[in-house]
């Protein structure tokens, strides 16, 4: 039966769809009219239209977080892309057994949820905990260090939720790599360090870069890892998103903020494509 | 080995490689020489590819030596061995041009940059791909690709060229025109070639010398026309083509006749009698048997049979052919009186007593 | 090259591999001694063994937003199925460039950050919101519903969050299939409906439960939904354990909820483990 | 069409079906009758399969009429239609037992319980499955899957079976047996069988009458021994087998005799005595040349030549023959006089005027 011949099929579910997608894009939709109205003086909206917001953004303080985040999001990639890919290429080489519990050590993990995580964390780096105690019992240190409440935390954190998005792909990526490939460089003439970055590692290039997007994008708009473990200082355009919706309760702000993190991830999304495509060509056969 | 023969340039002995309770090669000794087109041919899982691998490298013997230009390699890595592969689905790097696949070798010899340009271009020349060197690999055909895995082994002048069915992905056209285009190239180069296969007809086609490989031995080696007109048992004589296999006992030796079935006399040649008094197995070949409508006269081993069926594929005619109790197979070319025959006729079977050939390999106990 | 053989280059990233094991299990380890410690009068931690908290989680209270939790997290499920299979059906009779469209359509939105998709759901919903100010212009209502703070408007916001991990599972068990199939049964006398229920349905069981657990694992978990468009009678077990973490500063009783809430997931992923070997068996062709 | 045949079964008349701008089936007209084994033969993308898959209705055509039992089933659903197809990787249900594949067809028309279980178990006796009944599909091996296909279709006692390339991912031996299976099954139950393959070998075992087709068309129908003996093209005589095509003139109609590469001189039937005064293609098969040492004698059509190639292929010897300026591939068996041939050679080479066939198809313009 060809496919124009199950259309039939697909007409009784093209209501769903309709509402669907509807479903989907609303939010989006609703969210960029917000962004340009106004905040009244007790928190309503004001229907007028305006470009205000979008300039608020570029005060110094705004764009100060805004370029944090970046940073923050950009380091969590690279962080997680030089621990996850030796670990990704060390289990590919695994015996079947072996490779199973590894991959399910970085995979469970990753079901436990982003609060659990985050409050192990500060159960470890805060003043009175497991990390100050150890150092001054073994009279490291003399008084508790500021481990808490800074970027460098933050990053721990933001890497250990997203690192298994990292591993995977590259994981997945190194198993479907054809084993031949590695066997014909070494009849080659190719040792073990020539094989892996001439030949391994650009035929895993596909799944570094759905990697790191996986990891880029949600660590870009993170709110809760920088709202426990970062302080003021490290605050990230999603705590300042929250913020405007929940406490400053200017909401054309908040969506203006919105609009800005969603055209980042946007941008983030058209880069791995171009590059995406790029690799592809070489990559289809 | 007389001295007038070119020097052997692959020794194994004892050479033997178990994967758990498997022994997928079990004590192989065999000399290769240089210049020789060798084709390695058996049944599917007999073991071909893991001598194929133990002589690149990529697996470790369990126990035996591996002679290669005089030197042990056994415990020698891949990339330090002389001798490249031409992998099954060619490997080819998918992210590297043509040009620069078949440069690999060389590269990583740290080979100066114009004599890499020099001998790449020349092998892409041997193998007609001037033209494709700044393609990437996906954008070739399977004949054209195979060229390249060829180019990219043949390039770094090894000792040993080993092809691992390197023709089995290509449609039949193709692979007979590959057949020939290989033996040029291996003429042309000189390289020893040890080409693995199942496919009987390439192997018998292409070889100098043809191993028949079963269950991890070296079951016989030899130019292809001995081991196929002489095989040394049952499962050689079977898996290089159709075959009647057939016991008799000996009845004469004076007269060198052999009793099948306990019916049928026939004469066979001397070097063909029986070792032994019991029973013997005897292959005749279907294409050895010559089927008439009129007695032939003057001729030994001549017998009347019924012609039961005849199945017609193209340039040959098979035919069942019952002789009292016992039922051959005979093969012809449909040309002139074979063609005209009918099932049902009454034939006249004639086999040359050469063609009867003694298996010392089976039920000589 | 054999795995054997590789072995020299796992070794060399083995240290890695260790130090990752710890840095993805510690939290776990950390989080299951903490439930077993009791709370100080001013929030710090007493170190003597006890099994107070998990005898604390049998109080009706808790009882009942566990149960609550389980209840949405499995409607949710529920309600992602039966919307996304139809969808996920739909896109794979698509010819090429308007599945692209449509897949994309499914993906973009779960790029957008949760607390965007949520305040959008606010603003639909809260009673000055779109859909109040629209039926009150329209005059169909006279004064404001509510239409937040309740169940129902919790699982709306978790069925948009988690949808895709529905449809993408089934989109993908769906172009596996083998066209053919679907042919052997319309030829051999099966309607459109009988192929759909008999071969189709069954031949995507894999990737129903893949995107079952996907839905249910991460929605058992929710705390910020339930947190912004769900009230004080729709907390859930996340929204428990944030609250013990950071306002009640309990610890303990937080950590032994956590493990609570963790053996919940751990259960579901075993039953999906024996329906997916069930299942698996029948699939493995 | 006598009427001692059995009726018409399927009848198409100007079937035309095209994707985008490639005409997959150009103007396709044919009967087939009932009880008939059919192979439709031709290389990949001729347009085989589609042709199959119109029959069946999984493509609707462009133009033309489908009659099948007398009835046009141009819009007919595929499961309205009185045919069932084995598809070439069976496309058995993973999901259901044996059993429940074959017994599908028969729930789906709601056959009673008992009914069912008679039929399903009778097809399942038919290709030898019965204890395999319970099992699925995954834990049975190729020929069994295969064998389960076959039984699924045929349980529903179509008026056409329709296979497409069933026996293609069977290994060698597994395939010739089950060309042999297949044919005694379908005289048992007496469908007719439309069976779509591109190996020439199994077309030519295996059928009734052959369909070959190219580019979307019927070249030529008719049976096996027919097609392969007198092609009606250059196309049909080269895809069906090795041949030798020469362009030759007309020179002598009183003696029959026509001129190749204005030297040799030949005498041809009766029948291939070109119709025209200009030049006309001939096809001689390689096995049709007999090639001898000594000349024969009260022959026509001998000629000297040479043994430029000898190249040994199991039973057959290919042979390449230099006869002046013209090269001909000459096929022998592996046998008598033709075996102690060696190359370089002078041999006599002897066709056949009958052997000489002329090829309407091509250059008679």
Same mark, same amino acid.
Request: aromatic share 8%; with cysteine.
């Given at each position: ?20 997608? *509807? ?10 009219l917000y962004s340009f109205l106004s905040r009244g003086?007790?928190?309503?909206i004001e229907f007028t239209f305006s470009l205000k917001n979008y300039a608020s953004i ?158 880029? *994008? ?32 200017d909401?054309p702000f908040?969506s203006a ?29 | ?111 100066? $940059? ?7 271009? $020349? ?11 700044? @393609? ?28 691992? !069915? ?42 100098? @010398? ?36 057939? $016991?008799?006992?000996?009845?004469? @030796? ?44 003057? !001729? ?44 049902? $006729? ?20």
């Open positions: 039966m060809s496919k124009k011949d199950f259309q039939n099929v697909s007409l009784t579910v093209g209501p769903a769809l309709a509402f669907l997608s *509807v479903f989907f894009l609303a939010p989006l939709v609703i969210i960029l003086a007790y928190g309503e570029l005060d110094p303080l705004y764009l100060a977080i805004l370029l944090r985040s970046l940073k923050l999001a950009l380091l969590t990639t690279l962080f997680s892309l030089l621990i996850g890919y030796p670990v990704a290429l060390s289990i590919s080489q695994m015996a079947g057994k072996r490779q199973f519990i590894f991959l399910m050590l970085v995979i469970i993990p990753s079901w436990m949820n982003l609060l659990i995580k985050n409050y192990a964390w500060m159960v470890i780096l805060r003043r009175q905990g497991l990390l100050n105690t150890a150092l001054l019992t073994a009279g490291v240190i003399d008084e508790p260090l500021s481990l808490m409440f800074n970027e460098p935390a933050v990053l721990i954190g933001l890497a250990h939720t997203y690192l298994p998005f990292m591993v995977l792909p590259i994981y997945a990526a190194l198993e479907r790599l054809d084993r031949r490939l590695i066997e014909a460089a070494r009849d080659l003439g190719a040792n073990r360090w020539q094989t892996l970055w001439r030949i391994i590692f650009p035929q895993s290039i596909a799944g570094v870069l759905v990697g790191s997007i996986l990891v880029f *994008v949600p660590a870009l708009g993170a709110f809760i890892t920088p709202d426990l473990l970062g302080g003021a200082n490290s605050l990230m355009v999603g705590n300042l998103i929250q913020n405007q919706f929940f406490q400053a309760r909401w908040g903020l919105a609009i800005c993190l969603m055209s980042m991830v946007l941008l983030a999304l058209l880069i791995y494509a171009r590059f995406a495509g790029r690799v592809g060509e070489e990559r289809v056969l | 080995m007389s001295t007038s023969n070119p020097p052997d340039i692959l020794t194994v002995s004892g050479l033997t490689k178990k994967f758990g309770d498997v022994v997928a090669v079990r004590n192989a000794s065999e000399s290769f020489r240089k210049g020789e087109f060798i084709c390695i041919l058996g049944p599917s899982g007999c073991g071909k590819s893991t001598f194929l691998r133990l002589i690149a490298g990529f697996e470790k013997p369990d126990a035996g030596e591996i002679i290669l230009e005089g030197k042990s390699v056994k415990d020698v890595e891949p990339e330090r061995r002389n001798v490249n592969t031409v992998f099954q689905n060619y490997a080819l790097f998918p992210h590297l041009t043509v040009f620069n696949n078949v440069a690999f070798g060389l590269k990583m010899k740290k080979t100066p $940059e114009d004599e890499i340009r020099r001998r790449a271009g $020349e092998a892409l020349e041997l193998v007609s791909l001037t033209k494709e060197a700044y @393609r990437y690999p996906r954008q070739l055909s399977g004949g054209q690709q195979q060229r390249v895995a060829l180019a990219r082994a043949i390039v770094n002048r090894p000792a040993i060229l080993l092809l691992d !069915e390197p023709l089995a992905a290509l449609d039949k056209n193709l692979r007979l025109a590959m057949q020939d285009e290989l033996r040029k190239i291996q003429r042309e180069v000189g390289i020893t070639f040890l080409h693995v296969t199942h496919d009987q007809t390439e192997a018998l086609v292409m070889s100098d @010398r043809l191993a028949v490989m079963n269950e991890g031995v070296f079951e016989q080696v030899g130019p292809p026309q001995e081991v196929y007109n002489r095989p040394v048992n049952c499962f050689i004589a079977e898996f290089l083509g159709f075959s009647n296999i057939v $016991e008799a006992r000996p009845l004469d @030796r004076a007269s060198l006749r052999i009793v099948l079935n306990h019916s049928l006399i026939l004469q066979v040649a001397q070097k063909n009698f029986p070792r032994n008094r019991e029973k013997a197995t005897y292959l005749v070949r279907p294409e050895k048997i010559a089927l008439h409508r009129h007695r032939p006269q003057h !001729e030994t081993n001549v017998f009347e049979g019924v012609l039961t069926r005849l199945r017609y594929a193209g340039p040959e005619l098979e035919c069942d052919v019952q002789i009292g109790e016992t039922k051959l197979l005979a093969q012809a070319i449909g040309r002139g009186e074979p063609e005209s025959l009918l099932a049902g $006729e009454r034939v006249y079977v004639h086999i040359d007593p050469a063609d009867i050939v003694y298996l010392p390999g089976d039920g000589s106990s």
